[in-house]
């Protein structure tokens, strides 16, 4: 399947900072990318819709001031979680469909943020 | 209605059974249907993909489609203590909808 890769794996970071995590498509383009957060025990919740040099779609109850998110390019979307707190420590997941014939849905390995 | 429901499970089964995993799903007008599976710990990875009514087999796994019943489920034939994990349904594309997921435990 499609390859996506998502960096860092893990990251530890201090209340209060902000922490950027990467989104790549690598073998093919993605003008649509997705961001979940997902808790211990609990189901993907989606966070927002990333479209390629337009804003992101966020869902209900997703602070958009809190959760930055730019899609650049084709093959890069970022997420960024200004003024982490510990409540924001989670397993985020970007996803990227792929725009070829019967599209498909990938996910790069994620990232668990913890916030001290 | 959820758009999405499977049964939270667990499903525990004995190595080298089927496992049976349903999904059901609101939106009669779906068109793609996939199953990931994902370790704990993992994101999750997609291992079928069904658009048209019927059976579609990939090695140990077939994907069954009825959209007059709407519903889709995996079969994991001569299942291996490997294949424990939670299995997630989902439905659509555009904005892809997923089942809370059925946790699967194959005893060895």
């Known amino acids: 399947g499609a390859v996506v890769s998502q960096h860092p794996s893990w990251v530890i970071c201090k209340s209060g900072t902000s922490v950027k995590i990467e989104c790549r498509s690598l073998d093919f383009q993605a003008t649509t990318m997705f961001w979940y957060r997902q808790f211990p025990k609990q189901s993907l919740m989606l966070m927002a819709t990333s479209n390629e040099g337009s804003k992101a779609t966020y869902e209900q109850g997703v602070e958009k001031d809190k959760f930055l998110i730019n899609h650049a390019s084709l093959t890069l979307s970022t997420l960024t979680v200004t003024s982490a707190h510990p409540e924001d420590s989670s397993f985020y997941i970007c996803?990227?469909?792929?725009?070829?014939?019967?599209?498909?849905?990938?996910f790069g390995s994620g990232t668990q943020l913890s916030v001290l | 209605q959820k758009e999405v429901e499977q049964n939270s499970g667990p499903l525990s089964v004995p190595e080298g059974a089927i496992a049976s995993l349903n999904c059901t799903y609101s939106d009669r007008g779906s068109q793609s249907f996939f199953w990931y599976r994902q370790y704990s710990g993992k994101s999750p990875e997609l291992i079928m993909f069904?658009?048209?009514?019927g059976d579609k087999e990939d090695g140990r796994f077939t994907a069954q489609l009825n959209k007059a019943s709407q519903y889709v489920s995996l079969l994991i034939r001569d299942s291996q203590p490997s294949d424990s994990a939670t299995y997630l349904c989902?439905?659509?594309?555009?904005?892809?909808?997923f089942g809370a997921g059925t946790t699967v435990t194959v005893r060895a």
């Open positions: 996803s990227a469909r792929t725009g070829t014939g019967r599209e498909k849905l990938f």
């Open positions: 989902a439905v659509n594309l555009n904005k892809l909808s």
């Open positions: 069904i658009y048209s009514n």
